[in-house]
């Protein structure tokens, strides 16, 4: 079997440059005409879009919420299969999960016994990151932290400090990225996406020059030579449908958040169309829909004025039509979004209700969902909400957060239209049974 350069980039907060470097390392292997793998931890959505523009190859979520162990390394070892080097973003500090270390970036690499790198931000500090590195190193002997580049840095003195720091600590120094403002990444449109007017491609070069002046990657390259997660995981046979469906997933500006490997196991159960809400003017012939989510409340008068469109939909799920809404799907489905001013901005008008963006609040976190027997997972991320009604929608599921709390997370059905926030995962075989029934029609 062979041996790849395999890592995982972690750091002790959010905040400490993972994501930049992680795409700068990306960068600078693909100039270098390599296949890199990409890989994200937890369920973000927008930076594995950002790594697949990076490396050309699409990004993988790696989720123990969501995800069995099975399903993480089976993923991990097909899609390295072919790759030169694989590169996992963490997400968050390194032992931050949904329950003290559960669902964190030291407990994937755990599972994958892959190497990790610790980025570490030393503004404002200096010989201190030495207890620090010691106690990340010491902490948790399952997995192996291999080195550390430091992020915002003063100047080489400051580095010379940090690297006697790592010395006394155990841990090996990479390198170190120097205070400069124009590779920080600007701040998203809430925190969904990056400002239209950025230019990532300049940016990812610019990044991938600075961290081959300034880190150590051939050192890197080798502290991480290894071979990937062992073959003691057998990969579980995928349930199957009577004939294959056809399968229309909307794809374009408004609506473009989804997991990869739930578009993959759709590509295997029949054939896929991708269609645009914003620009086509009717659906294509179809057996199942998804309308992922995204942001539609940047595209609220395009959407509305398709009407061909939203009459398509409608007409579609009045006849019986298999449909899966989330989040921006969902909200899309509604009579109306109003946008942050209250304006309206009528939309399918399947589901009775209202969505808006009006006194916008965070509502974030993993959610268990509970529909009759069947047991779904997914996440939660939104700042819009549903306008209380005379006669609310009722759920048919029961919502927990990841700690078993419950929540009040709605999953509507309408005929055979399953609609909510929840961003379900189905891509694991071992517990995507609810999905496989939905789509044979046994619930």
Request: aromatic share 12%; net charge negative.
């Amino acid at each position: 079997m062979r041996s790849i350069s395999q890592f995982l980039i972690a750091a002790p907060t959010s905040g400490s440059g993972k994501t930049t470097v992680s795409r700068g390392l990306m960068a600078l292997f693909v100039k270098k005409g390599l296949k890199v793998q990409p890989f994200k931890c937890g369920p973000d959505y927008i930076d594995t879009k950002y790594h697949e523009a990076v490396c050309g190859r699409p990004s993988v979520n790696l989720d123990s919420f969501m995800m069995s162990e099975q399903h993480i390394c089976d993923l991990y070892r097909r899609y390295t299969s072919v790759a030169d080097y694989a590169v996992t973003e963490g997400v968050m500090g390194l032992f931050d999960g949904y329950d003290a270390m559960q669902g964190s970036s030291a407990e994937i690499a755990r599972t994958l016994n892959i190497p990790v790198v610790l980025i570490v931000n030393a503004k404002s500090t200096a010989y201190s990151v030495a207890p620090l590195l010691y106690g990340f190193k010491n902490f948790y002997k399952e997995i192996n932290i291999v080195g550390a580049v430091f992020n915002f840095v003063a100047s080489e003195t400051h580095y010379s400090f940090l690297k006697q720091a790592c010395e006394d600590a155990g841990v090996e120094a990479l390198g170190s990225l120097p205070k400069q403002a124009d590779v920080e990444i600007p701040s998203r449109h809430l925190g969904l996406t990056l400002d239209e007017t950025f230019c990532f491609d300049t940016f990812a070069d610019r990044v991938a020059a600075l961290v081959e002046k300034h880190v150590d990657i051939d050192r890197l390259l080798a502290l991480t030579a290894c071979q990937p997660v062992s073959n003691s995981h057998m990969v579980q046979p995928e349930q199957t449908l009577p004939s294959p469906l056809k399968i229309s997933i909307a794809r374009d500006a408004a609506f473009n958040f989804a997991y990869e490997e739930n578009i993959q196991l759709l590509h295997r159960l029949g054939e896929v169309t991708f269609f645009s809400p914003l620009h086509d003017s009717v659906l294509p012939e179809s057996d199942f829909v998804y309308l992922p989510g995204g942001y539609p409340e940047l595209y609220l008068p395009d959407l509305s004025s398709n009407r061909s469109m939203l009459q398509s939909v409608r007409d579609y799920a009045e006849a019986g039509g298999k449909l899966l809404a989330e989040c921006g799907g969902m909200m899309y489905l509604c009579n109306e979004i109003k946008s942050s001013d209250g304006s309206s901005f009528p939309m399918v008008g399947l589901l009775n209700q209202s969505a808006t963006m009006e006194q916008m609040k965070l509502r974030l976190g993993y959610r268990t969902l509970y529909y009759n027997d069947y047991v779904m997972t997914g996440h939660e991320f939104h700042y819009s909400r549903i306008e209380p009604q005379k006669e609310e929608l009722p759920s048919v599921a029961t919502a927990c957060t990841a700690k078993g709390s419950p929540v009040a997370t709605p999953l509507y059905r309408y005929k055979n239209v399953l609609a909510g926030y929840t961003h379900l995962y189905w891509g694991d075989p071992s517990r995507n049974q609810w999905f496989i029934d939905y789509l044979n029609e046994l619930i």
